[in-house]
C-alpha cells in the first residue's frame, strides 16, 4: 500500500466511528438539502456556498474561518465518512479522531439538530452544485476509503 493511502486509511479508521452513517444514501435528496442547508449552514458557509473571507488563515484564537464547500474549497477532497462525521460531530471532535492536531476548527456538531438523512441530503446538495470533475474526485475519494476499510 502506498504511503499517502495508508496515512489516509488509518486516518479514517480514526473517526470512523461505528453506528456513524458510512456512505451516502442512495435515497439522498439534493432538493431538501438545499432547504436545510439554507437554514442550518448558510449563515457561516454563505448563502452560495462560498465559505467566510480568509478562510485559510485561523483568526486571533487559531480557529478557521468556515471554508466554502463550492468547488473553490476543499470539500471535495474528503471522503464520505469525514464529511458526515464533521458535520455530526462537529470539526474539532472530527479532527482530533483523526489525530489531526494542528488545527482548529469551530464546526459545531449538528447532532441534535439534524437527523442522519437530513446530513446526507445536505452533502448531497453541496455535491449537486459541484462540477463533474471534483464530483467524481470526490466519489473517487470515498470509494478509496471504504476499500480502505474492508
Not at 17 to 39: F, I, K, M, V
Not at 83 to 112: D, H, N, V, W
Request: aromatic share 8%; charged share 20%; with cysteine.
Amino acid at each position: 500500500m502506498k504511503q499517502p493511502l495508508a496515512a489516509a486509511v488509518l486516518a479514517w479508521l480514526a473517526y470512523a466511528s461505528p453506528g456513524l452513517s458510512q456512505e451516502q444514501p442512495e435515497n439522498s435528496d439534493p432538493s431538501r438539502g438545499a432547504n436545510l442547508y439554507a437554514e442550518s449552514c448558510a449563515s457561516c458557509h454563505g448563502v452560495d456556498l462560498e465559505g467566510q473571507p480568509n478562510w485559510r488563515t485561523p483568526d486571533e484564537n487559531g480557529v478557521l474561518p468556515a471554508p466554502p464547500h463550492d468547488k473553490t474549497g476543499h470539500t471535495w477532497h474528503h471522503d464520505d465518512t469525514m464529511l458526515f462525521s464533521y458535520t455530526k460531530l462537529g470539526g474539532q471532535i472530527t479532527l482530533e479522531r483523526a489525530g489531526i492536531t494542528s488545527a482548529k476548527s469551530g464546526m459545531p456538531g449538528f447532532e441534535e439538530s439534524l437527523s442522519d438523512q437530513d446530513i446526507w441530503d445536505i452533502l448531497a446538495y453541496i455535491k449537486s452544485t459541484w462540477p463533474k470533475r471534483e464530483r467524481m474526485a470526490q466519489q473517487q475519494r470515498t470509494e478509496a476509503m471504504k476499500w480502505g476499510s474492508d
